[in-house]
C-alpha cells in the first residue's frame, strides 16, 4: 500500500490550502483516512478524518476551517485548508487505519508527510 500526501507549501495567514492524500488500492468501507501533523518539538496531532462510509471527525483547533472530502474514483481525499494560520504550521501525514472508525491514533499506514507554512 503507499499513502503520498501533496499539496504543502507557504501560505500567508488567512490563505488556503489544499492537500492530497493518494492512497494506492481501492478505498473500503472497513478504512478511515486521517490527516495528522507535527511541529518540533511537538506530539503529533489529530486533524480529520473520514471514515469509508463518509463520517468526518475534525480537531476542535480546525473546525470550521478545515474541510475533509474524498473522490473514490481516484482513491483521493483531500483537506482543505481556510483561514488558515500560523500555528497550523507544521508536517502533514495522511494516514489509513484498518478501521470503520476514526480516530487519532492506531494508524497502520503513512505517508511521507508534506510541509505546510503559515507565516507573512
Known amino acids: 500500500l503507499q499513502v503520498v500526501e501533496s499539496g504543502g507549501g507557504l501560505v500567508q495567514p488567512g490563505g488556503s490550502l489544499r492537500l492530497s492524500c493518494a492512497v494506492s488500492g481501492p478505498f473500503s468501507d472497513y478504512y478511515s483516512i486521517g490527516w495528522l501533523r507535527q511541529t518540533p518539538g511537538k506530539e503529533l496531532e489529530g486533524v480529520s478524518c473520514?471514515?469509508?462510509?463518509?463520517?468526518?471527525k475534525y480537531a476542535d483547533s480546525v473546525a470550521g476551517r478545515f474541510t475533509i472530502s474524498r473522490d473514490k474514483a481516484v482513491n483521493t481525499v483531500y483537506l482543505q485548508m481556510n483561514s488558515l494560520k500560523p500555528e497550523d504550521t507544521a508536517v502533514y501525514f495522511c494516514a489509513r487505519r484498518r478501521s470503520f472508525l476514526c480516530s487519532w491514533t492506531d494508524y497502520n499506514d503513512w505517508g511521507q508527510g508534506t510541509q505546510v507554512t503559515v507565516s507573512s
Open positions: 473520514i471514515t469509508g462510509s463518509g463520517t468526518t
